[in-house]
């Protein structure tokens, strides 16, 4: 039997929780009085919560002590939690049901692969947690994607040879740490964007049945 390892990123692919992101990372800007742009929050996609506001301080020409800096990450991080509060199953994106459940009625090894520290919250309130053989997420990591080590610790943890491996992003760091860890890079999203992906969509419902299985079935050079 053919057995892959198939990695999704959380944000942006599993559930859009990039708004509230931005509503968080905007109001905490605003607060500092620095102007925050959705063209800006393109840029915080993949990148963990410390970078992230590293660049915000950073574009508003604004420096903090490191007490403050860890105040604003925590200020940042309760607003963020209070927008996940209100989450429910309508909000995981269209027809990743779908697909998840393919990968499930075919035996195959399911895993998250996110930067977010607060991962297993979100795929609790939407009730996919116990869905995944295993979560990796930014708890579990030391280097940020486009460094390919979350991905590399899922296919360990799975039991898989990374070039068995597919990975769903939606991120250009992501793509680039899949690329990286040797596996199959599929982007989900805009082709302009995702260009350095083995392949892209724009989200699951471009995703047939028939593509699943050829993943299922093939070698990662002959696909
Ligand atoms: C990534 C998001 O998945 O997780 C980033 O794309 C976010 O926007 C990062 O900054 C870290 O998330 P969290 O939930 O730990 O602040
Ligand atoms: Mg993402």
Known sequence: MNKKGFIFDLDGVIVDTAKYHFLAWKKLANDLG?????????????????????KILDWGGVSVSEEEF??????????????????????ILVDVPKVLNLLKSGDQGIALGSASKNARTILKKVHLFETFHTIVDGTNVTKAKPDPEVFLIAAKQLDLEPE???????????????????????GIGEESVLSEA?????????????????LINKQHSTI
């Open 70 to 91: 860890l105040q604003l990450m925590d200020k940042k991080n309760r607003d963020y939690l209070s927008y996940i509060d209100t989450m429910t199953e309508d909000e």
């Open 34 to 54: 620095i102007d925050f742009t959705e063209h800006q929050n393109e840029q915080l996609k993949g990148v963990s919560r410390v970078k992230s506001l590293e």
């Open 198 to 214: 083995d392949f892209v969509f724009k989200d699951f419902s471009e995703i047939s049945e028939s593509f699943v299985a050829q």
């Open 164 to 186: 068995h491996c597919i990975v769903f992003e939606d991120s250009i760091a992501g793509i680039q740490a899949a690329n990286a860890a040797n596996m199959i890079s599929i």
